[in-house]
């Protein structure tokens, strides 16, 4: 999994070091820097560059970057492969924009929650933090899930979800073994669910998956066996349209469903969901990443659609959600919680015992200006990517 995904033009090392300089103009009267017109417009820039994936557009915004960060842009322009000068320029322009390019959007939470830099935690080793540049709502895709709303947590429980995004995108029928079906008229598969990569988990439930009108369906069951993929695509075979997407409707539904949850995909993700800044951990034999993340309470909850062991609990006197989230011995272990203006703190070990990933919640507190800077710019030497 890469630490972070970027353009190959700026392929960006790990850690990051000091920059030294500051872009500012003065200092506010509450003791905040002040940015300057042309850092402002270069940071716009550079969020849209990221934004939009084009390398073409990351090497125009270098050749327009604030005096401070000059040398280190031409650097990276002059599209060196590797060595220590061009690492050297990736980390200055990665702490630089990450300090002074802000990328949360109106109503986003202002704070950071996390360790701070002298926390120690044996076994793990600090690498660095990123921020994530904002990307474009795609509209193509969406999903909904179902429950089983008498019960006091539908997510206790057997599931039924309908994604769907774009065929270029990539299709539902995952790594496992598959069985051949039709759906609504198009040929599918029914498969057992893979959660990440090549990760299947079979006892998780069921997906059946096919595509049409430009777009490829999953229609995932969790906690439903594939020996009932008849059942499946019989309620599969009822979806309907609804304003680009698609639903069950009431009458195809188990007893006892209803819908539970409606958004964008993303937000099932344990490791890819949608971040404002991330810290990395590495040890011997895995890592850990720490994620600020805003959501609404449905979006904080929706992602337990495809764990098994993530329960409710309380970690550091707070209410939370921790477990082990596909394995109950290997784990992801995962340590959640939402603070009451948006804020999920997200602790994920792939590798790491549940026990760690408890101890960094434990340790996990909101930093001042300062101590977030000051976690910017910490570089303890990870190398891997």
Same mark, same amino acid.
């Given at each position: 999994? =890469?630490?972070?995904?970027?353009?190959?033009?700026?392929?960006?090392?790990?850690?990051?070091?000091?920059? &030294?300089?500051? +872009?500012?103009? #003065?200092? !506010?009267?509450?003791?905040? %820097?002040?940015?300057?017109?042309?850092?402002?417009?270069?940071?716009?820039?550079?969020?849209?560059?990221?934004?939009? #994936?084009?390398?073409?557009?990351? @090497?125009?915004?270098? +050749?327009? !970057? =604030?005096?401070?960060?000059?040398?280190? +842009?031409?650097?990276?322009?002059?599209?060196?492969?590797?060595?220590?000068?061009?690492?050297?320029?990736? +980390?200055?322009?990665?702490?630089?924009?990450? /300090?002074?390019?802000?990328?949360?959007?109106?109503?986003?939470?202002?704070?950071?929650?996390?360790? $701070?830099?002298?926390?120690?935690?044996?076994?793990?080793?600090?690498?660095?933090?990123?921020?994530?540049?904002?990307?474009?709502?795609?509209?193509?895709?969406?999903?909904?899930?179902? &429950?089983?709303?008498?019960?006091?947590? $539908?997510?206790?429980? =057997?599931?039924?979800?309908?994604?769907?995004?774009?065929?270029?995108?990539? &299709?539902?029928?995952?790594?496992? @073994?598959?069985? $051949?079906?039709?759906? %609504?008229?198009?040929?599918?598969?029914?498969?057992?669910?893979?959660?990440?990569?090549?990760?299947?988990?079979?006892?998780?439930?069921? *997906?059946?998956?096919?595509?049409?009108? &430009?777009?490829?369906?999953?229609?995932?069951?969790?906690?439903?066996?594939?020996?009932?993929?008849?059942?499946?695509?019989?309620?599969?075979?009822?979806?309907?349209?609804?304003? #680009?997407?698609?639903?069950?409707?009431?009458?195809?539904?188990?007893?006892?469903?209803?819908?539970?949850?409606?958004?964008?995909?993303?937000?099932?993700?344990?490791? /890819?969901? $949608?971040?404002?800044?991330?810290?990395?951990?590495?040890?011997?034999?895995?890592? /850990?990443?720490?994620?600020?993340?805003?959501?609404?309470?449905?979006?904080?909850?929706?992602?337990?659609?495809?764990?098994?062991?993530?329960?409710?609990?309380?970690? !550091? #006197?707070?209410?939370?959600?921790?477990?082990?989230?596909?394995?109950?011995?290997?784990?992801?272990?995962?340590?959640?919680?939402?603070?009451?203006?948006?804020?999920? *703190? %997200?602790?994920?070990?792939?590798?790491?015992?549940? *026990?760690?990933? %408890?101890?960094? !919640?434990?340790?996990?507190?909101?930093?001042?200006?300062?101590?977030?800077?000051?976690?910017?710019?910490?570089?303890?030497?990870?190398?891997?990517?």
């Amino acid at each position: 999994m =890469p630490w972070r995904i970027l353009p190959a033009a700026l392929v960006f090392v790990t850690m990051l070091a000091g920059c &030294g300089d500051d +872009a500012t103009t #003065g200092t !506010a009267a509450d003791g905040s %820097r002040t940015p300057s017109s042309e850092s402002t417009r270069f940071c716009e820039a550079w969020n849209a560059a990221l934004a939009s #994936g084009e390398d073409s557009m990351l @090497d125009q915004v270098l +050749a327009s !970057a =604030p005096p401070e960060l000059s040398d280190a +842009a031409a650097v990276l322009r002059q599209a060196r492969p590797g060595g220590d000068e061009r690492s050297r320029a990736e +980390a200055e322009i990665l702490e630089w924009t990450e /300090l002074h390019c802000e990328r949360r959007q109106s109503g986003q939470s202002e704070r950071h929650i996390a360790p $701070p830099s002298d926390a120690k935690f044996d076994g793990l080793t600090f690498c660095g933090t990123t921020a994530f540049a904002r990307s474009p709502a795609d509209d193509r895709s969406g999903m909904v899930l179902y &429950g089983a709303t008498s019960v006091g947590d $539908p997510y206790d429980g =057997p599931m039924l979800g309908v994604f769907w995004n774009g065929t270029d995108d990539g &299709g539902h029928g995952g790594d496992g @073994d598959s069985r $051949p079906v039709t759906v %609504r008229g198009h040929t599918g598969v029914a498969a057992p669910i893979t959660v990440f990569q090549q990760v299947v988990l079979p006892e998780l439930g069921t *997906v059946i998956a096919w595509s049409e009108g &430009g777009r490829a369906l999953g229609f995932y069951a969790r906690l439903w066996p594939i020996e009932r993929r008849d059942e499946l695509v019989a309620i599969a075979n009822q979806l309907e349209a609804d304003d #680009g997407g698609f639903r069950i409707p009431d009458g195809a539904l188990p007893r006892g469903y209803a819908e539970v949850f409606s958004g964008h995909p993303s937000v099932t993700s344990i490791v /890819l969901a $949608p971040s404002l800044y991330s810290l990395r951990y590495e040890g011997n034999d895995g890592l /850990l990443d720490v994620h600020g993340l805003q959501m609404s309470e449905e979006e904080f909850e929706a992602f337990r659609f495809f764990t098994m062991g993530v329960d409710q609990d309380e970690v !550091a #006197g707070r209410p939370a959600l921790a477990g082990n989230a596909w394995d109950k011995e290997g784990g992801p272990s995962v340590v959640t919680w939402r603070e009451s203006d948006g804020l999920v *703190v %997200r602790i994920v070990g792939i590798g790491v015992s549940l *026990v760690t990933a %408890r101890e960094v !919640a434990d340790r996990s507190r909101e930093l001042t200006e300062e101590e977030w800077a000051a976690l910017v710019r910490a570089n303890t030497g990870c190398d891997r990517e």
